[in-house]
């Protein structure tokens, strides 16, 4: 393969104690963007991102990341165009990272890795009554990723980096609200899209991805403060949560299409 052994490793993975190969798995993510075999495709429209910071509920940590929720019982923050035929509500965003700087990001762009990767889950509120059953549609989820490379401090991040002690155990939640995460999505309209799927459990054939070309630039105090939560719950063992992505998955008969030239 391009830069990696593939399901083997997602197979033996720590993480994903997933069967050593998923039913059929056709459309698996994370995969590696070789730029120059990306094709361009003028038919894709700018991406619309329309996001109402008081449907932002809480933060938690689920053990395998920390999640921000959304409410989205309404279409109050929803995203629509790019490559999509529908509108689709945001649920959550997360992050993956790794334990040093060297890696971290599912994603490869010319199999170089970030430092962390940002992931912004949308449903298709349109033709599925919930997320639960949008889950397990092929066009069912549109997950927007964003790379992180280490540089400037990023003033958006902080207020989440600010929470983080207190979710620093696995199923811990604190309130927080007003938060626009577009803030944490970079201006540049230029991004990647494929078919593909989640990249942790159920790993279901449901995305569309979108991958932002363009990283949000954020210091190491800030990556270093991801690195301070744990996987383990208060009074277990501690596990420190780092290199939380999935390996690299084949591409097998995908093309991936650029919205820029
Ligand atoms: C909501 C959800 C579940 C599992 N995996 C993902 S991910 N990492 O593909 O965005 N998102
Ligand atoms: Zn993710």
């Not at 629509?80 to 529908?86: A, C, S």
């Not at 790794?98 to 940002?118: M, Q, R």
Request: glycine share 6%; aromatic share 12%; hydrophobic share 35%.
């Amino acid at each position: 393969g391009a830069c990696c052994s593939y399901r083997l490793r997602d197979a033996l993975h720590p993480l994903w104690q997933s069967p050593l190969a998923i039913p059929g798995g056709t459309r698996q993510s994370p995969i590696n963007i070789q730029w120059r075999d990306s094709v361009y495709d003028p038919f894709l429209k700018p991406l619309k991102i329309a996001y109402d910071p008081t449907t932002c509920l809480h933060i938690w940590n689920n053990g395998y990341s920390f999640l921000v929720e959304f409410d989205d019982s309404t279409d109050r923050s929803i995203i629509v165009g790019g490559p999509l035929k529908n509108q689709y509500r945001l649920k959550q965003f997360h992050f993956h990272w790794g334990a040093i700087n060297d890696w971290g990001s599912e994603h490869t762009v010319d199999c170089k890795f970030y430092p962390a990767e940002l992931h912004l889950v949308h449903w298709n509120a349109v033709e599925y009554p919930s997320f639960e059953e949008a889950v397990m549609e092929g066009n069912g989820l549109a997950v927007i990723g964003v790379f992180l490379k280490l540089g400037a401090r990023h003033k958006g991040l902080q207020t989440l980096v600010d929470a983080l002690p207190a979710v620093r155990h696995k199923d811990t939640v604190i309130e927080f609200d007003d938060f626009d995460p577009s803030c944490l999505i970079p201006s540049c309209p230029d991004y990647w899209t494929y078919a593909g799927s989640l990249t942790t459990p159920p790993l279901t054939e449901s995305v569309t991805w979108i991958i932002k070309k363009k990283p949000i630039e954020v210091d190491e105090d800030q990556l270093e403060a991801f690195r301070t939560l744990l996987f383990t719950s208060d009074g277990e063992e501690e596990r420190r949560m780092v290199d939380n992505f999935r390996p690299l998955q084949p591409l097998m008969n995908r093309t991936v299409r650029s919205s820029f030239r």
